[in-house]
C-alpha cells in the first residue's frame, strides 16, 4: 500500500515538514525532528533503489489525473541513483549539523534554518523525481529559494552579497529555463516529458525546439555552474555556513547536472542533442577550460572554503566532459563522479566546517599545526582530499578511471593528458593545505585548540569512509551508473 | 586438490595482514617503547615466516593465488605468487627484521622523535611491498605501488624541517605526478587495448599493439614507474636521504626502489613479452636510456661528498643496470636482471648501514670526514667494504653475479652498447667506491680543533645489522641456487 506511494512520499514528505519545522520552534527540537525526516527520505530511497532492482517503476500519477494531463513522477534507474545520493548526503549531513549549527546561527534563526533546508531538500528530490518539466522548473525554485536563504545566512556578512549574487545568476537560470519549457509546451502542447519527448521527435528542424534547446542548457548551465556561468558559485560557498556548503556542494549542483542529463538525453535525444544540435562541441571546451582554470585558481586562495569552492567548478567541468564524450562509457564516467564527487566534497567540507567549529573562517595561514591538535578532523581531510586527487581504493580513483577510459576510447588522447594534469594540479592545491596543517607550528600567540566532539567527527567520518567503502565495492555504483548509461543511450530508460 | 590451494592461501593473505595488524599493534603499544619495538620484530620475524614459507611451492612450480574483491567489472584486486614477486618478496622479508633492530638503535642512538609514526609508517610500507610483490594483475600492483609512496611520504619528511618538507614534496611531486600522469594513462590504454589486466606469460598485450605505438606504450610504463628511477625521474632519490637512514636502507635502497624496477622488469616480461619487443625495433630506445642513467648517475655520484647522496646516486645508477638487463631482451639477461633485485638489495642495504652507524657513532655525514674511520669502527668499515665489492660487481661478493648474467645476455645478442656500459660503469663504480675504502682504513685521522675523537663502534644492535647484511651478500654468492632457480622460472614461463 505505502511502497506504491514512495514516489511521491519521497518529495513530499521532506516538503510538508518543512512548516512543521517552523513550528518547533528555536534550535535542538527542530534539528531533531528534520534529522528524522533526512533519515525517513534515505530510507524511502533505499526503498525505491531495492523496487527498481526489478526494472523500471511504472510512473506514479499525482492525484490520480492519467500522464500527460496529471503531474506524473517517474523513477528509473537515473533518478534512483541520484535520489540515493542526495538523500544520503542529507542524512549524514543532518547529525553534524546540531552543533555546527547552533555554533553559527543565531537561536532564533534556527528554525527558519533547518525549515529551509527541508524545503531546500524538497526540491532537489522533486526535481530528480519528477516526469513534468514544469514542475521540474517549479521545485527548481523551490530548492533555490531555500538556498539563497541558507546562504545568506551566513556568519561573515559578504554572505549576504553572495547570496544576492547567487539569487541574481540564480534567477536568469530559472527563467531561461522556464523560457524553454515555456517554448516547448508552446510547440508541442504537452509538459510531460515521455510525451514531450515523442512529440518532439518529428519536429527536429523546428526553430522554436531549437531556442527551447538553448535557452534550457543555458539556464541549466547556471544552475550547474559550468564555466563560465559559475561566478556566483565561490563567494556562495565560502560565505554560507558551513552545513550549507558541505550540502550545495555535494547535493546542488549535482541535481542541476541530473536536469541536464535529463533534457540532453530523455527529452531530447541524443540525435538531436548531439549530432544535430552539436552541444558536445560547446561542452568540451568549457568543460576543459573548468577543469584547468578552475583547478589553477584554486591553488591560489588563500581561503581554504573557497580553494575548495574551485575546486568544485573544476570537478563539475569533469561531469559535463563525462557527457560531452557523447558514449556509454562517458556517460557512465559522468555519473560516477556526480555520485563520488558528492561523497568527496561532502567530506571535505565536513572536515573544514570542523574547523571553522574551532577556528571561525579557515585561513590557510590559520591552519597551521593543526594537524596535531585535531587529528582526526585533519585525517578525514587528507583522506578526502586522497579522494579528490583520485588516488586508487578511493572513490576518486574509480571515477578517473571511467573518465580516462572514456576519453581513450575516443581516441582523444589530448583530453586524457588534460585530465590527468588537471589531477595533478589537485595535489598541489589540497598539498598546499596538509603541509601547513602538518608541518608548520601553531602561530605563536594563537589559543591551543583541540578535537571537535564526537558529533560533528561521526558524519564526517561517515563520509570519509563511504569515499573508502564505495572505492572498493563498486558494484552498486559502478552497475548502476553504466545500466543508467546504457539505458539513456538506448532511449528506453524512460 | 583443493586442500593444497588453501593451505597456499593461508600464507599469501597472511603475508598482507601481518603487516597491517603490526602497524594497529605498534599504535596500540605506542605507550611502551620496549613493548612497541616488541611488536614490530615480532610483525618483522612472522611476516619473514609467511612469505618463505611459499618460497617451496613457487619453488616446485605452483602459483599460489587469492582474489580478494572484485575493485572494477572484470578486474580484482588479486594475488598470484610468480617467481620474480616471490624474489622479491623474499629478499625484502629477510631485511625487514634486520632493518628494525637496526631501527631501534638508530632512532634510539639519536633520540628521533614520533618513532610510534615512524614503525608505523614502516609497517605500512613493507605490506604494500608485499603486495606489490604478489600483485597478479596491473591494478592490484598500482594500488599498492600509490600505497607505497603514500606511505613512505611521513617517513621521508620524518624531520619536519623545512628541507625535509621541501624534500617530501620532491618525493611525492615526481611520485605522484608520473604515477597518475604516465602510468594510470599506460594501464588504462592496456585495459581498452586487451580487455584485461592480468600478467600473462608472454605478455598480455602481445598481438594487439605494434610498430611505434608499442615504443610510447612502453615510454609511459617505464617513465610513469618513477620509483625505477630511470633519468630523468630520478631526483625524488636523492630528496628521499634526508629521511632516517634506515628508511634510506630498507626503503630506498631495497623495498621503494625495487618495487620500481620489479615493475618495470614484470611489464617488460609480462605485459609486453620479451619475444614481442624483440620484433619491435623502436622499443631498442630503453637500451640507451638504461645505459645513459648508469653512466651519468654514476658520473654524479663521483662528485658526492654527502657520503648518503653518493649512495643515492649509485642506487640509481644500479637500478638501471636492472633495467637494462630486461631491455637486452635475452631470456639470460633476464635472469641477470632478477638476480640484481637480490645482490644489489643485499649490498646497499649495508652500505646504507653503516652510513648510519658512522652517523650515530661519529656524527659525520661527509666522504671527506672519513679519514681513519676504519680503525675506530672495523666492524661497520669492514661490512663497507663488501657491500662496495659488491657494487663494483667483484667477486666474492653477490654482485658478481647478476653482472655475470648480464654481460653474458650482452655478449649473447651482440649489444655491444650494453658491453660498454656496464664495463664502463664498472670502472666508476670502483673510482667512487675504493677511495672511500683507502681513506677509512690506511689514511691517518684528522683531528679536527676542539673535538674529541673518542668515539668507537656503533650501537651494538646497528653492528649485528650491518654485520649480518655483509654477511648474506657473501652467501648470496657462495649459495645463489634459490634467487637462480626463481630467475630461470621468469624466462622459462
Given at each position: 500500500?505505502?511502497?506504491?506511494?514512495?514516489?511521491?512520499?519521497?518529495?513530499?514528505?521532506?516538503?510538508?515538514?518543512?512548516?512543521?519545522?517552523?513550528?518547533?520552534?528555536?534550535?535542538?527540537?527542530?534539528?531533531?525532528?528534520?534529522?528524522?525526516?533526512?533519515?525517513?527520505?534515505?530510507?524511502?530511497?533505499?526503498?525505491?533503489?531495492?523496487?527498481?532492482?526489478?526494472?523500471?517503476?511504472?510512473?506514479?500519477?499525482?492525484?490520480?489525473?492519467?500522464?500527460?494531463?496529471?503531474?506524473?513522477?517517474?523513477?528509473?534507474?537515473?533518478?534512483?541513483?541520484?535520489?540515493?545520493?542526495?538523500?544520503?548526503?542529507?542524512?549524514?549531513?543532518?547529525?553534524?549539523?546540531?552543533?555546527?549549527?547552533?555554533?553559527?546561527?543565531?537561536?532564533?534563526?534556527?528554525?527558519?534554518?533547518?525549515?529551509?533546508?527541508?524545503?531546500?531538500?524538497?526540491?532537489?528530490?522533486?526535481?530528480?523525481?519528477?516526469?513534468?518539466?514544469?514542475?521540474?522548473?517549479?521545485?527548481?525554485?523551490?530548492?533555490?529559494?531555500?538556498?539563497?536563504?541558507?546562504?545568506?545566512?551566513?556568519?561573515?556578512?559578504?554572505?549576504?552579497?553572495?547570496?544576492?549574487?547567487?539569487?541574481?545568476?540564480?534567477?536568469?537560470?530559472?527563467?531561461?529555463?522556464?523560457?524553454?519549457?515555456?517554448?516547448?509546451?508552446?510547440?508541442?502542447?504537452?509538459?510531460?516529458?515521455?510525451?514531450?519527448?515523442?512529440?518532439?521527435?518529428?519536429?527536429?528542424?523546428?526553430?522554436?525546439?531549437?531556442?527551447?534547446?538553448?535557452?534550457?542548457?543555458?539556464?541549466?548551465?547556471?544552475?550547474?555552474?559550468?564555466?563560465?556561468?559559475?561566478?556566483?558559485?565561490?563567494?556562495?560557498?565560502?560565505?554560507?555556513?558551513?552545513?550549507?556548503?558541505?550540502?550545495?556542494?555535494?547535493?546542488?549542483?549535482?541535481?542541476?547536472?541530473?536536469?541536464?542529463?535529463?533534457?540532453?538525453?530523455?527529452?531530447?535525444?541524443?540525435?538531436?542533442?548531439?549530432?544535430?544540435?552539436?552541444?558536445?562541441?560547446?561542452?568540451?571546451?568549457?568543460?576543459?577550460?573548468?577543469?584547468?582554470?578552475?583547478?589553477?585558481?584554486?591553488?591560489?586562495?588563500?581561503?581554504?572554503?573557497?580553494?575548495?569552492?574551485?575546486?568544485?567548478?573544476?570537478?563539475?567541468?569533469?561531469?559535463?566532459?563525462?557527457?560531452?564524450?557523447?558514449?556509454?562509457?562517458?556517460?557512465?564516467?559522468?555519473?560516477?563522479?556526480?555520485?563520488?564527487?558528492?561523497?568527496?566534497?561532502?567530506?571535505?567540507?565536513?572536515?573544514?566546517?570542523?574547523?571553522?567549529?574551532?577556528?571561525?573562517?579557515?585561513?590557510?595561514?590559520?591552519?597551521?599545526?593543526?594537524?596535531?591538535?585535531?587529528?582526526?578532523?585533519?585525517?578525514?581531510?587528507?583522506?578526502?582530499?586522497?579522494?579528490?586527487?583520485?588516488?586508487?581504493?578511493?572513490?576518486?580513483?574509480?571515477?578517473?578511471?571511467?573518465?580516462?577510459?572514456?576519453?581513450?576510447?575516443?581516441?582523444?588522447?589530448?583530453?586524457?593528458?588534460?585530465?590527468?594534469?588537471?589531477?595533478?594540479?589537485?595535489?598541489?592545491?589540497?598539498?598546499?593545505?596538509?603541509?601547513?596543517?602538518?608541518?608548520?607550528?601553531?602561530?605563536?600567540?594563537?589559543?591551543?585548540?583541540?578535537?571537535?566532539?564526537?558529533?560533528?567527527?561521526?558524519?564526517?567520518?561517515?563520509?570519509?569512509?563511504?569515499?573508502?567503502?564505495?572505492?572498493?565495492?563498486?558494484?552498486?555504483?559502478?552497475?548502476?551508473?553504466?545500466?543508467?548509461?546504457?539505458?539513456?543511450?538506448?532511449?528506453?530508460?524512460? | 586438490?583443493?586442500?593444497?590451494?588453501?593451505?597456499?592461501?593461508?600464507?599469501?593473505?597472511?603475508?598482507?595482514?601481518?603487516?597491517?595488524?603490526?602497524?594497529?599493534?605498534?599504535?596500540?603499544?605506542?605507550?611502551?617503547?620496549?613493548?612497541?619495538?616488541?611488536?614490530?620484530?615480532?610483525?618483522?620475524?612472522?611476516?619473514?615466516?609467511?612469505?618463505?614459507?611459499?618460497?617451496?611451492?613457487?619453488?616446485?612450480?605452483?602459483?599460489?593465488?587469492?582474489?580478494?574483491?572484485?575493485?572494477?567489472?572484470?578486474?580484482?584486486?588479486?594475488?598470484?605468487?610468480?617467481?620474480?614477486?616471490?624474489l622479491f618478496?623474499a629478499v625484502a622479508?629477510l631485511l625487514w627484521p634486520i632493518n628494525s633492530l637496526y631501527s631501534?638503535g638508530y632512532?634510539?642512538g639519536n633520540?628521533?622523535?614520533?618513532?610510534?609514526?615512524?614503525?608505523?609508517?614502516?609497517?605500512?610500507?613493507?605490506?604494500?611491498?608485499?603486495?606489490?610483490?604478489?600483485?597478479?594483475?596491473?591494478?592490484?600492483?598500482?594500488?599498492?605501488?600509490?600505497?607505497?609512496?603514500?606511505?613512505?611520504?611521513?617517513?621521508?619528511?620524518?624531520?619536519?624541517?623545512?628541507?625535509?618538507?621541501?624534500?617530501?614534496?620532491?618525493?611525492?611531486?615526481?611520485?605522484?605526478?608520473?604515477?597518475?600522469?604516465?602510468?594510470?594513462?599506460?594501464?588504462?590504454?592496456?585495459?581498452?587495448?586487451?580487455?584485461?589486466?592480468?600478467?600473462?606469460?608472454?605478455?598480455?598485450?602481445?598481438?594487439?599493439?605494434?610498430?611505434?605505438?608499442?615504443?610510447?606504450?612502453?615510454?609511459?610504463?617505464?617513465?610513469?614507474?618513477?620509483k625505477a628511477a630511470l633519468m630523468?625521474?630520478h631526483r625524488w632519490l636523492p630528496a628521499a636521504m634526508v629521511a632516517p637512514t634506515p628508511v634510506s636502507a630498507l626503503l630506498h635502497a631495497v623495498a621503494v626502489v625495487k618495487a620500481g624496477v620489479f615493475?618495470?622488469?614484470?611489464?617488460?616480461?609480462?605485459?609486453?613479452?620479451?619475444?614481442?619487443?624483440?620484433?619491435?625495433?623502436?622499443?631498442?630506445?630503453?637500451?640507451?636510456?638504461a645505459g645513459f642513467t648508469i653512466i651519468a648517475a654514476s658520473l654524479i655520484a663521483l662528485h658526492q661528498d654527502n657520503l648518503k647522496r653518493r649512495l643515492a646516486y649509485s642506487t640509481v645508477s644500479q637500478l638501471s643496470y636492472v633495467v637494462l638487463a630486461a631491455?637486452?631482451?635475452?631470456?639470460?639477461s633476464?635472469i641477470g636482471a632478477a638476480l640484481h633485485i637480490a645482490a644489489h638489495a643485499f649490498g646497499k642495504i649495508t652500505l646504507f648501514f653503516a652510513a648510519g652507524a658512522i652517523y650515530t657513532a661519529a656524527h659525520k655525514t661527509e666522504i671527506s670526514q672519513l679519514d681513519g674511520i676504519g680503525r675506530r669502527m672495523p666492524w661497520t668499515m669492514g661490512a663497507f667494504a663488501i657491500g662496495a665489492l659488491s657494487m663494483i660487481g667483484l667477486p666474492p661478493a653477490a654482485g658478481f653475479l647478476s653482472k655475470w648474467y648480464m654481460l653474458l645476455g650482452a655478449?649473447?645478442?651482440?649489444?655491444?652498447?650494453a658491453v660498454a656500459v656496464i664495463v664502463a660503469s664498472t670502472l666508476l663504480n670502483a673510482a667512487y667506491f675504493v677511495p672511500i675504502v683507502y681513506a677509512a682504513f690506511f689514511r691517518s685521522e684528522r683531528?679536527?680543533?676542539?673535538?674529541?675523537p673518542?668515539h668507537g663502534e656503533a650501537p651494538r644492535p646497528m653492528v649485528i645489522a650491518l654485520t649480518a647484511t655483509a654477511a648474506l651478500t657473501l652467501l648470496l654468492f657462495l649459495f645463489p641456487?634459490v634467487p637462480l632457480?626463481?630467475a630461470?622460472?621468469?624466462?622459462?614461463?
Amino acid at each position: 500500500m505505502i511502497a506504491a506511494h514512495l514516489p511521491a512520499l519521497q518529495v513530499v514528505v521532506p516538503l510538508l515538514a518543512a512548516p512543521i519545522c517552523l513550528l518547533l520552534g528555536r534550535g535542538r527540537w527542530a534539528w531533531a525532528f528534520a534529522t528524522a525526516v533526512s533519515w525517513l527520505t534515505l530510507a524511502i530511497a533505499v526503498a525505491l533503489l531495492s523496487q527498481i532492482g526489478n526494472g523500471d517503476l511504472p510512473g506514479y500519477a499525482f492525484g490520480d489525473w492519467p500522464a500527460p494531463w496529471g503531474i506524473e513522477y517517474r523513477v528509473d534507474r537515473l533518478s534512483a541513483f541520484v535520489l540515493l545520493i542526495v538523500s544520503g548526503i542529507a542524512a549524514a549531513i543532518l547529525p553534524y549539523a546540531w552543533r555546527s549549527v547552533a555554533r553559527e546561527i543565531p537561536p532564533e534563526q534556527q528554525a527558519i534554518f533547518f525549515t529551509a533546508l527541508l524545503l531546500c531538500l524538497a526540491g532537489l528530490l522533486g526535481i530528480t523525481i519528477t516526469g513534468d518539466a514544469f514542475n521540474l522548473f517549479v521545485l527548481l525554485e523551490i530548492s533555490s529559494l531555500a538556498s539563497y536563504t541558507l546562504i545568506a545566512m551566513g556568519r561573515d556578512r559578504r554572505a549576504l552579497t553572495a547570496a544576492y549574487q547567487y539569487l541574481i545568476m540564480g534567477t536568469i537560470g530559472a527563467t531561461f529555463i522556464l523560457i524553454g519549457v515555456g517554448l516547448l509546451y508552446m510547440l508541442t502542447g504537452t509538459l510531460n516529458m515521455a510525451d514531450l519527448a515523442i512529440r518532439i521527435a518529428p519536429l527536429q528542424e523546428s526553430r522554436t525546439l531549437h531556442t527551447a534547446f538553448a535557452f534550457l542548457v543555458v539556464g541549466i548551465g547556471l544552475k550547474l555552474a559550468l564555466f563560465p556561468l559559475h561566478l556566483w558559485l565561490p563567494n556562495a560557498y565560502a560565505y554560507a555556513p558551513s552545513v550549507v556548503t558541505a550540502f550545495l556542494a555535494a547535493t546542488a549542483t549535482k541535481v542541476a547536472l541530473y536536469a541536464l542529463i535529463r533534457f540532453l538525453y530523455t527529452i531530447f535525444g541524443v540525435a538531436f542533442a548531439f549530432d544535430a544540435m552539436l552541444t558536445h562541441w560547446i561542452l568540451l571546451p568549457l568543460s576543459l577550460a573548468a577543469i584547468l582554470s578552475a583547478s589553477l585558481v584554486a591553488i591560489f586562495q588563500d581561503d581554504v572554503k573557497r580553494m575548495l569552492a574551485y575546486s568544485s567548478v573544476a570537478q563539475i567541468g569533469y561531469m559535463t566532459l563525462g557527457l560531452a564524450l557523447v558514449s556509454v562509457t562517458g556517460l557512465t564516467a559522468a555519473l560516477l563522479h556526480l555520485f563520488n564527487h558528492a561523497l568527496m566534497k561532502g567530506a571535505l567540507f565536513l572536515a573544514l566546517g570542523a574547523v571553522a567549529y574551532r577556528l571561525g573562517p579557515v585561513r590557510l595561514t590559520g591552519m597551521a599545526g593543526l594537524g596535531r591538535q585535531m587529528p582526526w578532523t585533519l585525517a578525514a581531510f587528507v583522506v578526502g582530499g586522497l579522494s579528490l586527487i583520485g588516488v586508487p581504493l578511493t572513490v576518486g580513483f574509480v571515477s578517473k578511471w571511467y573518465l580516462i577510459l572514456a576519453a581513450i576510447e575516443a581516441g582523444w588522447w589530448p583530453v586524457a593528458a588534460l585530465i590527468l594534469i588537471a589531477s595533478l594540479l589537485a595535489v598541489l592545491y589540497i598539498w598546499r593545505v596538509v603541509e601547513v596543517a602538518y608541518f608548520r607550528p601553531r602561530p605563536a600567540g594563537a589559543e591551543a585548540v583541540t578535537e571537535v566532539p564526537l558529533a560533528l567527527l561521526a558524519p564526517t567520518w561517515a563520509l570519509v569512509l563511504a569515499n573508502l567503502y564505495f572505492g572498493l565495492d563498486t558494484r552498486l555504483t559502478v552497475g548502476l551508473a553504466e545500466t543508467a548509461a546504457a539505458g539513456l543511450f538506448a532511449g528506453v530508460a524512460r | 586438490m583443493i586442500a593444497p590451494q588453501i593451505a597456499s592461501q593461508i600464507p599469501l593473505a597472511l603475508s598482507l595482514a601481518i603487516p597491517l595488524a603490526g602497524a594497529v599493534g605498534i599504535i596500540a603499544a605506542r605507550r611502551t617503547p620496549n613493548l612497541r619495538e616488541a611488536v614490530t620484530l615480532i610483525t618483522a620475524g612472522l611476516l619473514l615466516l609467511a612469505v618463505w614459507s611459499l618460497l617451496p611451492a613457487v619453488l616446485a612450480g605452483e602459483r599460489p593465488a587469492l582474489t580478494l574483491v572484485e575493485l572494477l567489472p572484470g578486474v580484482a584486486i588479486a594475488l598470484r605468487v610468480e617467481p620474480l614477486g616471490m624474489l622479491f618478496a623474499a629478499v625484502a622479508t629477510l631485511l625487514w627484521p634486520i632493518n628494525s633492530l637496526y631501527s631501534i638503535g638508530y632512532m634510539r642512538g639519536n633520540r628521533e622523535a614520533h618513532q610510534t609514526r615512524f614503525y608505523v609508517c614502516f609497517a605500512i610500507a613493507l605490506g604494500a611491498a608485499i603486495g606489490i610483490a604478489f600483485a597478479a594483475n596491473l591494478l592490484t600492483l598500482f594500488i599498492f605501488y600509490e600505497i607505497l609512496t603514500l606511505s613512505t611520504y611521513p617517513l621521508v619528511t620524518h624531520k619536519g624541517s623545512e628541507a625535509a618538507v621541501r624534500a617530501g614534496r620532491v618525493y611525492l611531486g615526481i611520485l605522484i605526478a608520473t604515477s597518475i600522469g604516465l602510468l594510470l594513462p599506460a594501464i588504462v590504454w592496456t585495459w581498452h587495448l586487451a580487455g584485461h589486466l592480468d600478467f600473462v606469460p608472454g605478455g598480455l598485450i602481445a598481438g594487439h599493439l605494434d610498430g611505434p605505438l608499442l615504443a610510447v606504450l612502453l615510454g609511459l610504463y617505464v617513465f610513469g614507474i618513477g620509483k625505477a628511477a630511470l633519468m630523468p625521474m630520478h631526483r625524488w632519490l636523492p630528496a628521499a636521504m634526508v629521511a632516517p637512514t634506515p628508511v634510506s636502507a630498507l626503503l630506498h635502497a631495497v623495498a621503494v626502489v625495487k618495487a620500481g624496477v620489479f615493475t618495470v622488469v614484470k611489464v617488460l616480461v609480462y605485459v609486453f613479452g620479451l619475444e614481442s619487443l624483440q620484433s619491435v625495433p623502436s622499443a631498442q630506445w630503453l637500451l640507451y636510456a638504461a645505459g645513459f642513467t648508469i653512466i651519468a648517475a654514476s658520473l654524479i655520484a663521483l662528485h658526492q661528498d654527502n657520503l648518503k647522496r653518493r649512495l643515492a646516486y649509485s642506487t640509481v645508477s644500479q637500478l638501471s643496470y636492472v633495467v637494462l638487463a630486461a631491455a637486452i631482451l635475452a631470456p639470460i639477461s633476464a635472469i641477470g636482471a632478477a638476480l640484481h633485485i637480490a645482490a644489489h638489495a643485499f649490498g646497499k642495504i649495508t652500505l646504507f648501514f653503516a652510513a648510519g652507524a658512522i652517523y650515530t657513532a661519529a656524527h659525520k655525514t661527509e666522504i671527506s670526514q672519513l679519514d681513519g674511520i676504519g680503525r675506530r669502527m672495523p666492524w661497520t668499515m669492514g661490512a663497507f667494504a663488501i657491500g662496495a665489492l659488491s657494487m663494483i660487481g667483484l667477486p666474492p661478493a653477490a654482485g658478481f653475479l647478476s653482472k655475470w648474467y648480464m654481460l653474458l645476455g650482452a655478449l649473447e645478442t651482440e649489444q655491444l652498447v650494453a658491453v660498454a656500459v656496464i664495463v664502463a660503469s664498472t670502472l666508476l663504480n670502483a673510482a667512487y667506491f675504493v677511495p672511500i675504502v683507502y681513506a677509512a682504513f690506511f689514511r691517518s685521522e684528522r683531528a679536527a680543533a676542539g673535538e674529541a675523537p673518542s668515539h668507537g663502534e656503533a650501537p651494538r644492535p646497528m653492528v649485528i645489522a650491518l654485520t649480518a647484511t655483509a654477511a648474506l651478500t657473501l652467501l648470496l654468492f657462495l649459495f645463489p641456487e634459490v634467487p637462480l632457480t626463481l630467475a630461470r622460472q621468469l624466462v622459462e614461463s
